[in-house]
């Protein structure tokens, strides 16, 4: 079965997120495999995930270490599909689940990104915070991951500009795409969808 990654949000447990995204339901569904890994209190007050620390930004140390190691035993006792190990989070899980698939691309298939930032948007708590309230061009993606977005253009907590970038630094890695636009509304809701491919 396929395997998805779902880290949390600020302030939530792994049960809010399971419940507000549905994804349980989902899985069932679908017959896939979801696992949440947990923030303990004692490593965030808040819950959140420490993407803009640096030893919680590359292969092999802190947070990122943690997740693939999450997923290891998963795929050693369970009957999951190593080669379709995806991972998404929303703002602070997704800016760490864009760190974690570009660090351990021989594990992650893809990415999921929700109102989150790019690789390398902040070191501190401090530029953090400046980087959700202005946005961040982040650094360099080192990986070509595919990679889907969703950012709200009237995002108050994380600035829609860090979406655009997290796009930017995805699709950048990959030579020759087309781009197609595409907008839309549902249930009295704009929204569009831009996709590049190869």
Known sequence: ??????????????????????????????????????????ANRNRCWNWF??????????EPALIAGIVRQILR????????????????????????????????????VHSGLPIGAAHDPVSAFLAMCAGSLGSH????????????????????RNGRAVAARAFGSFPQLTETVRNSSKGGHKFGKTAHRA
């Open 141 to 160: 993606q080192s990986v070509a991951m595919p990679t889907i977005i969703f950012h709200g253009d009237a995002d108050l907590t994380v600035n829609p």
């Open 53 to 62: 620390q640096p030893a919680d930004q590359a292969r092999d140390g802190g």
């Open 77 to 112: 006792d369970h009957p999951a599909d190593a080669r379709r190990v995806y991972i998404a989070g929303l703002s602070a899980a997704g800016a760490a689940a864009a760190i974690v698939a570009n660090a351990y691309p021989d594990i992650f298939a893809a990415a999921g």
């Open 1 to 42: 079965m396929p395997l998805v990654i779902m880290p949390h949000g600020c302030t939530q447990t792994l049960d809010d997120f399971a419940t507000g995204t549905g994804m349980n339901r989902l899985a069932d569904e679908c017959g896939l495999m979801v696992a949440y890994p947990a923030q303990r209190v004692s």
